[in-house]
């Protein structure tokens, strides 16, 4: 059970249940949509340097590559690939319990997939990816196609998260306590809970909008008041966010155990925190109001309550930084993965903070600050996350290594060229450039061009990424049953119950 | 033209004081915020040279346990950034909710077609001009999607919600012209929902609103008489298609005979219609009631005549005005024309 995947048994991929064969086809349909999504990227920044614009198909063009990224690969891939291929096996459990909805999250995906480049292929709509209304309610696009694709998506995640809180529960080996659980156990059994009530929540919505937009009818149509769509977007996507960020804060837990050779310093207290921001991630969908329309009172209240997040972050952190003092930390790629995270994450966790402050968070409303802070967080944080797993795992996945030297490079030249193309926005929106426009006023095309040199730098570290990991399949040496020498269930098979990290 | 920032800070230089409550948080939560991160991602790059793998079979510390005063001394770190924070940027959000009492108050109609500007005097505009160190009031709604005033050098970032009165306020410092546009993406135009601040000094901006709000300059007296018929708020009582209001209906007025309410037979000639201006409860026409707010003292002889001129065009029986040919502004008008016609884009002080 703790081989590779065998190709040679017969596998098919249209049918299977296995864990590890949907995890491996999720691998390939959300890297499908960040490449398309990445290409929009780069089109985008290009188009913004060169002022070559038509400002419709830029918006265009903007909205898909928010979706894309948001909603096809930042949401669902570190739970549908790395949680369906390690959750059973770090369970003990073998199997999901329900194996028929590991194979419907994944069809679903697929056809959410598929519908979504339908609708980019005979009309892409252009009403950004948070739909704001009355905007979106008018406007070119294949708008009905879209809203299918994210419900197709929304049941994915539902599916996704029932196996997953299901299997937990009665899938656990024997012996194994609910504290005796990983931690990216713990992350992905919480996260499920946010697939399961806000991946709902926004396929209804979704359904609402293109009923409002269709016919004027439901709470999004005629004479709504427009604010309420706003607070339902992201009732439902602030949790939608959690449920990319607990998965990561769980994949980075697990990677620096595993990379120190430490058990994971104040277990509990990672776990706690975990749950805390579940329950803040619930709570906190306010703050993305803040000079938005919302009451005053409201926004006081929300920003008061978004602050205590303060308390779950920093003790993740001191964790991590602990599990790191006194390791035996192996110098190899998900290391330098795990700093970068820890710096762009960071960044984006501060100048959260400068979005959370009531004056500053007035102030930069609706300007590409917040871009820039959202892409500290999704690709900071979720996708430098997902890339310390792939590398963590991808000896277990594949049963080869990929070259350790060219793992570090590309991890450094990841993060330089990650925060040259991001730090900019940071800059142009406390300067107070405004979301969305295709092109950049004079004062601020200096530092516009630095994003774009960062972004190629970017771009080649990417490059580089892909090429290590896939070109290890090719020629990689054999990896060993357990590399890292980690003690976690998917490592070594049949182990004792007792603390998941105590060899 | 449009102000520019200073290279070297993050913020736009301020020109109003609302930036009091803006920038020292925006500069403290960053000064903190950017210690943490360097702490932390100084930290962990400090343990990963510090403790690096010896042998193949080496493993790190066994003991999980946390060092616990170093973790409550780190969240109660964490929790005082996070108060400071709340508690910087609270009296600056609290005071951009309440405009000060008798703000120079404007209102701002945004569309998709653009921004129009209302004057306390009903001059209307496509720029704001506004006059330093006096409080300028917004109240801001929209004709169909969310559009923003956004404003950086001003600090003013105001939504207008649809179905919604927006408020917002700023007391400018400096003299300049400042960009203020949209930053919420409403419809295939939203690139070019844009239009621009001018702060003048105090006597400029009085000045410039004398020139620029006479209603004269450029006009025909029957022009003039046709704008102050919307911007003296005539028009919300009394139509100029026959249909009857709370009073009576401009068309086929002058000239006509009426019967009043006391059963007087009157012409309406220029006297009497000066008359109904100024003291329009005297002699009311049959059918309507004396409702009408007087207007002495809030309207000058020579808007009364333009008025009178706006009248005239309505009734079959205007005829050729009275006297000398009217059809161009009498010789005071023509003078402040010549005067206010080269000037009409004024930018007193320019940009920075």
Redesign the interface.
């Known amino acids: 059970m703790s081989s590779p995947v065998n190709k040679a048994a017969g596998a098919n991929w249209l049918t299977t249940t296995d864990h590890k064969q949907v995890a491996l086809q999720f691998l390939w349909w959300t890297l499908g949509a960040f490449l398309l999504g990445a290409i929009y990227a780069v089109i985008l920044r290009m188009r913004v340097t060169s002022a070559l614009v038509d400002?419709?198909l830029y918006?265009q063009m903007l909205t898909q590559h928010g979706i894309l990224m948001v909603f096809l690969f930042l949401i669902p891939a570190i739970p549908s690939v790395l949680g369906n291929y390690m959750l059973p096996l770090q369970l003990g459990a073998g199997e999901f319990r329900l194996p028929w909805l590991t194979r419907l999250s994944l069809r679903l995906q697929i056809l959410g997939t598929l519908a979504l480049v339908l609708s980019i292929s005979i009309k892409p709509v252009g009403?950004?990816w948070t739909f704001?209304t009355?905007?979106s309610l008018?406007?070119p696009g294949s708008f009905a196609l879209l809203t299918t694709a994210l419900a197709l998506l929304a049941g994915s995640w539902l599916a996704s998260g029932v196996n997953v809180i299901v299997t937990v529960h009665h899938g656990r080996r024997p012996g194994m306590g609910f504290f005796q659980m990983p931690v990216f156990a713990w992350s992905l059994y919480l996260t499920a809970f946010a697939q399961v009530i806000a991946g709902t929540l926004f396929g209804i919505l979704v359904i609402y909008l293109a009923a409002a937009r269709g016919s004027a009818a439901g709470p999004f149509g005629a004479?709504a008041?427009?604010?309420l769509w706003q607070g339902y977007f992201w009732l439902a996507v602030q949790p939608l966010a959690i449920f990319a960020l607990l998965p990561a804060a769980g994949v980075i837990t697990e990677v620096i155990a595993g990379v120190?050779?430490?058990?994971?310093?104040?277990?509990r207290?990672v776990v706690g925190s975990l749950i805390a921001l579940l329950a803040l991630g619930f709570c906190t969908f306010g703050v993305h109001l803040i000079?938005?329309?919302q009451s005053?009172a409201l926004?006081?209240a929300f920003?008061?309550l978004a602050?205590?997040t303060?308390?779950p972050?920093?003790?993740l952190?001191?964790?991590?930084?602990?599990t790191?003092?006194?390791?035996?930390?192996?110098?190899a790629a998900p290391?330098t993965f795990?700093?970068a995270f820890?710096?762009c994450a960071?960044?984006g966790v501060?100048?959260g903070?400068?979005l959370?402050?009531?004056?500053?968070?007035?102030?930069?409303?609706?300007?590409v600050f917040a871009t820039g802070h959202l892409h500290y967080i999704m690709m900071g944080g979720v996708m430098t996350a997902f890339l310390a797993g792939l590398h963590y795992w991808w000896p277990k996945m594949f049963g080869h290594m990929y070259s350790p030297l060219l793992g570090r490079l590309s991890g450094m030249t990841y993060m330089a060229g990650f925060n040259l193309a991001f730090l900019p926005q940071l800059?142009q929106g406390?300067?107070?450039l405004?979301?969305?426009?295709?092109?950049v006023?004079a004062?601020l095309r200096g530092t516009d061009l630095v994003a774009t040199i960062g972004m190629w730098i970017l771009t080649t570290g990417l490059v580089m990424i892909i090429s290590n990991l896939f070109g290890a399949l090719h020629d990689g040496e054999k990896a060993g049953e357990n590399p890292w020498?980690a003690t976690t269930g998917e490592w070594r098979s049949g182990a004792v119950g007792g603390?998941p990290?105590?060899? | 033209m449009i102000a520019t920032a200073t290279t070297s800070s993050w913020l736009p230089q301020a020109a109003s004081t609302q930036s009091q409550g803006v920038d020292p948080a925006f500069y403290g939560v960053y000064v903190v915020g950017a210690f943490a991160v360097i702490l932390v991602a100084g930290l962990a790059m400090t343990f990963v040279r510090q403790f690096p793998r010896k042998g193949e079979n080496e493993r790190g510390l066994g003991d999980a346990r946390p060092n616990v005063k170093l973790q409550a001394a780190w969240v109660l770190a964490a929790l005082g950034v996070a108060i400071y924070a709340f508690t910087a940027g609270l009296p600056g959000f609290l005071d951009a909710n309440a405009a000060p009492w008798m703000s120079y108050r404007v209102l701002v109609a945004t569309s998709q077609d653009g921004y129009k500007f209302t004057y306390p005097n009903g001059h209307i505009a496509d720029t704001l001009h506004v006059a330093i160190n006096r409080p300028v009031r917004l109240d801001a709604t929209t004709a169909d999607v969310i559009h923003t005033l956004h404003a950086p050098a001003l600090r003013l970032n105001e939504p207008v919600l649809p179905g919604r009165t927006a408020q917002a306020w700023f007391n400018a410092t400096t003299p300049g012209t400042y960009e203020l546009r949209s930053a919420v993406y409403g419809g295939d135009r939203y690139q070019d929902m844009r239009t621009a601040v001018v702060a003048h000094n105090p006597a400029d901006f009085d000045a410039w609103m004398i020139r620029v709000s006479d209603v004269f300059a450029g006009r025909t007296m029957e022009q003039a008489g046709e704008l102050l018929y919307v911007t003296k708020g005539c028009k919300t009582c009394h139509s100029i298609d026959g249909s009857k209001l709370v009073g009576p209906s401009f068309k086929n007025v002058f000239g006509h005979q009426f019967d009043t309410r006391e059963g007087v037979r009157i012409t309406a000639d220029e006297a009497y219609i000066k008359e109904s201006i100024l003291k329009p409860n005297v002699s009311v026409i049959a059918g309507f009631e004396p409702v009408m707010t007087p207007f002495e003292g809030k309207i000058t002889d020579k808007e009364i005549a333009g008025l009178t001129a706006y009248l005239r065009t309505l009734s079959d029986l205007g005829g050729k005005p009275a006297g000398a040919d009217s059809t161009t502004a009498k010789p005071a008008g023509k003078e402040v024309a010549a005067v206010a016609a080269p000037a009409a884009p004024a930018t007193p002080h320019g940009g920075k």
């Open positions: 400002p419709a918006r009403a950004g704001i009355p905007a008018t406007g004479n008041d427009p604010l120190s050779r430490r058990p994971v310093v104040g277990y207290t000079g938005k329309g005053p926004s006081f920003a008061a602050l205590v303060a308390v972050v920093a003790l952190t001191f964790s991590w930084l602990s790191l003092y006194r390791g035996s930390v192996a110098c290391t795990v700093v820890l710096l960071g960044i501060m100048s903070l400068m959370c402050t009531l004056s500053t968070a007035n102030y930069l409303a609706n300007t800059i406390a300067r107070g405004p979301q969305g426009l295709a092109t006023p004062g020498g603390d990290y105590v060899p």
